[in-house]
């Protein structure tokens, strides 16, 4: 059988070897005669996976003690309403506006309490000074937007909290996570399987919610149970155990850095040197390395486009129903090589059609 070259968004692709892994010890995990899937979260074999992907994590993103790593489901959206649950107690947070996934964010802080807006902009990240946080306790942004590809290349300094939703960035280049309060990550991108989130949040913030918040919405509820105050996601979190291993093997952040940057340019590079046939909207400075989004100047031909790329193996190239067009999403087990094969049909594709 021939795997595709898979550009979905998320879930999305996982790197072969943590597969292959999951395929060979699914029936007998851990010498125990039975599968990750049918054991006790409680387990001392279980317990240090969680132990470990902590450890493996703070390494990555070399995370001092002053944080600590949970692991929460319900995915980011149910990180929209945690962070204003635990985080508005008082003042409440002011948000940057530049793609749909801020912008939901910051629709359901409004529930919770008196969410601001930071700046609004759009096909662009807000320049530092166009950002403003006065009254607000933590200034929030998504430091990559999905849909739109759009990605911050630099970290704002608001003098406040951050907080960050790296969902669609997680662990795609390094990041000081000091100048952070609170980072979380749904984990279908670019760490495992649907069905958890990682959250890095400084100590000092899980004091913060007030004693109204329900139990399985409070950080701390996390914090002081080694994410497992329930049965928590086991199947996910060993997945993502073995993604983290396979990412300090590869290299660590820095190495998915230096492949994200010759991914997305491969793409970029066509885009802009095809006289218009391929175009992308976006502020060149504030293109994603994750997402690369782009249209076709001939509508008519982008259902084609997609229909002869599928005829190659190069899948899910479909925008985001909202936006339509194209989408290729090379996150950090999307090879180099599956980038050079899109790459090649691009450039075939145009000389074809223009
Ligand atoms: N934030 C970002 C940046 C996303 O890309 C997504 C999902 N694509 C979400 C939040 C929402 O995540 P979920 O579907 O896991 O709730």
Redesign the pocket.
Known sequence: MQRVYNFA??PSALPLPVLEQVQKELLNWNGMGASVLEISHRSRQFTSVVEETIAMIKSLYQISDDYEVLFIQ???????AMVPLNLCAGQCGAYALNGV?SR??FKEAQKIAQAKEATSVELRVPRQDEIDVSGASYFYY?S????NGIQYHYTPDVGIDMVC????EFMSRPIDVNRYGLIFA?A??NFGP?GV?IVIVRKDLLDKASSTVPSMLDYKTYAGSLSMYNTPPTFAIYVAHLVAKWLIDEGGVAEMERRSIIKSNLLYDIIDSSNGFYFNQVEKQSRSRMNVVFNLENKALEERFIQEAEAENLRYLKGHRILGGMRASIYNAVSIEAVEKLAEFMKKFATRYA
């Open positions: 968004a998320g319900g995915g980011g959206h149910t990180q929209f996934w939901k964010a998504c990559n937007e999905t849909v939703d790296m969902s669609s749904g279908q991108k649907a989130s």
